[in-house]
């Protein structure tokens, strides 16, 4: 049972990490083109975002009323409601970020696989950042 | 083509682990949880990271991989790395979980997120490249 869900998880890694490679968004010169509307802006990537979001819709459809997967595993959604300041104050710091270097976090993992060494240095400033938070607002 | 071909990739690998792992596909916070919880509970989260640290190897199969260079400062990057992080930890999601998952599930808190993280992207992006 919990081998059946750890080859899912590795082949839900695997086929998403491709997916950022073949579209090249793992790529951060791509992302920042992607940012550049009055230079040289390349918009494909907006074709990839979409569709990954028809897909995913269609699975969350499927999975929406259920409340054990098909592999037995029970179903997590989120359900937060709130539109806080912590949303909107962490989503504009998270924007920053990213458009400053054009890496987020799934590109990063697939840049430590192809080997592109620098991103350690996202990596320097991600995980820090990341727990922060939970110091100064216990949950 | 290749655009086409990623978002199904993309859009398949977030189908796979909602509908056989009941998870969503958030890289964020499968990081931290990963980092956080007993090695027990961590078997998935460790299994989507190794896919994706592994994912370079499945895409030289079909294809090269692209020579490019990471452009941005060593500083820089820490810096990138920090407000990312920061950022993800505080609104509960990155580009995966918010802009992808939480949009197509379509959470009035992750579509305001995308849009603000989006915007926030595109005028960083280009008040670094006039001063800079």
Known sequence: MKMTLNITAFLSGAIFGFGLLVSGFYNPNNV????DI???WKIGLMITFILSIIISA????????????FANNPVQLPDTKQLDLKLFAGA???GTGWGIAGICPGPALVL?????????YFFIGLIPGLFLIPIFFRK | MEYILGGLGIGLGIS?????????????GIIRGFLQNPVAENGWRFSLILGLILSPMLYQLFYDLNTFEILSSPLLLIAAGFLVGLG???????TSGHSVCGVSRLS???ILATLIMMGFAFVTFNVLKFIL
């Open chain 1, 38 to 40: 009055f230079g040289d």
């Open chain 1, 112 to 120: 430590v696989g192809s080997l592109k060494i620098e991103v350690v």
């Open chain 2, 88 to 94: 993800a930890s505080l609104s509960n999601g990155c």
């Open chain 2, 16 to 28: 796979i682990l909602i509908l056989f792992n009941g998870k969503i596909l958030g890289v964020s």
């Open chain 1, 92 to 94: 504009a710091l998270f």
């Open chain 1, 58 to 69: 269609v699975a969350f459809q499927i999975i929406k009323n259920k409340s054990l997967s």
């Open chain 1, 32 to 35: 920042l083109s992607f940012f």
């Open chain 2, 108 to 110: 009035p808190r992750s």
